[in-house]
């Protein structure tokens, strides 16, 4: 019947000219019923919908993007969902409650300080995109706590990283050996297709930094041949697209998360011959990879007398953000200047515009003392629920899984440290990973963990 439907109105359409918009309509058709039937495969294109940038063909504004049609679809379902469960049981979770006082306070004093402040640069301000990003991602994790509910629905959300990370890495490879790609002379590498953020030299590094932290640990848990070979070569693979980034922030975080793996848990002679022969290859094929200009940048991380050493200015700039930026937060210490007014402000201040280049000093200086405090909560919460899956848990994956975000959480907090990244998409998604892996944990001792859903909206 509906596919009877669906081909009368294709048939009406193409006698109008319209087949485009027919066959647009025939898959938006399909895409619901699937999503209807499948949550999890929503939430993936949910998940990949933040991550890349769409094609011209698809808008990206007004009230029929993509995201706000799942948006839509997602409110239906959770509708349906907590009506036939008789079940909110998500909302006493606290990282979720933390979260909303933290959306709630930058809403709330956003506004009371955007009447107390006057902007002579409207065109600098960023307060309603960072507000609508802040709100429809917090609304992206309470559907992703609710239909992210088993094993196998959090192996498909690690999948799906996993090949964004991997695409990115790629990308950013081949443009930095045909000079095409960030910097002077596109030397360091960044991507063009896969994650937009990673068309940044430095989120980039980040991403392959991230990736190498499930990769190590999620191998473990593969039980294809093809697929263990495939992770074993990615992680150096995805050390030397790190470091073609030329991103000093990259290679600390490569330090930070090669002595994480050195020194946690028991001593593991396999893994520590493992992490020797993957240092050695990385160095080796660094030096054949590497150029002179990449090295002098990596290695200029002091700010050098010499003006003409690569990154020498960068890191000069960083460091007079900071310095301002700390100006900033302490004549506004308890409130802050508001979401999305730090370049206005700062430009007013001193005469340059910019980003702080540090999640913790933007989340200081535009929300005050009480904002970085919910965020070092929430993230210090996040910790815990992925320290109990991984030391509680009776299944090795969710185990490993856990550890492998443990480790990859770290690294992006100290990522944090140079880029604002607390409103990108990945702490919607490291915070929601570690909800549903303690509730995974949870279910384990009151006997409801199940691998793979048994359930279906649709049928209930």
Known sequence: MLLTLLSGGMGFLALQDKEIIGLMAILAAVGAAIIFARPEVGILLFLASFFVTYGGFIPTEGRFTPNNILGVLFSVLLVVKIYQERNLSFLKDKVLQVFFVLVLFQHLFSSIVERELFNPFPQLDETSRMLHNLTTRFVFLIFFVNFIRTLRDVRLVLWTLFGIILMSAVSGVLNAFMGAGFGIGGYRAAADWGISAAGNANRLAFFCVFGIALIWHYKEAVRSRLFSLLFTAAVPGLAIGALLTASRSGLLNLFVLVT????????????????????????????????????????????????????????????????????????????????????????????????????????LTEGGIPLLVLYLLLFRLSMKNLLQAERESKDVETRLIARGLRIGLICFLFFSVFADFWFNIMTFILVGLAIVLKRLQEEELTGNFVLRANYQLARR
């Open 260 to 363: 994480l793996l050195t020194t946690e848990g028991r001593f593991s002679l396999k893994r520590q011959l493992y992490l020797i022969f993957s240092v050695a290859l990385i160095i080796f094929l660094a030096s054949d990879f590497l150029s002179h200009t990449h090295l002098e940048r990596l290695t200029n991380v002091v700010p050098l007398d010499s003006t003409v050493a690569k990154g020498t200015s960068s890191t000069e700039k960083r460091l007079t953000t900071v310095i301002q930026g700390w100006k900033i937060a302490a004549e506004n210490p308890i409130l802050g200047i508001g979401i999305g007014n730090f370049r206005w402000v700062r430009l007013q201040k001193f005469g340059t515009a910019g980003p702080p280049h540090n999640s913790y000093l933007l989340a």
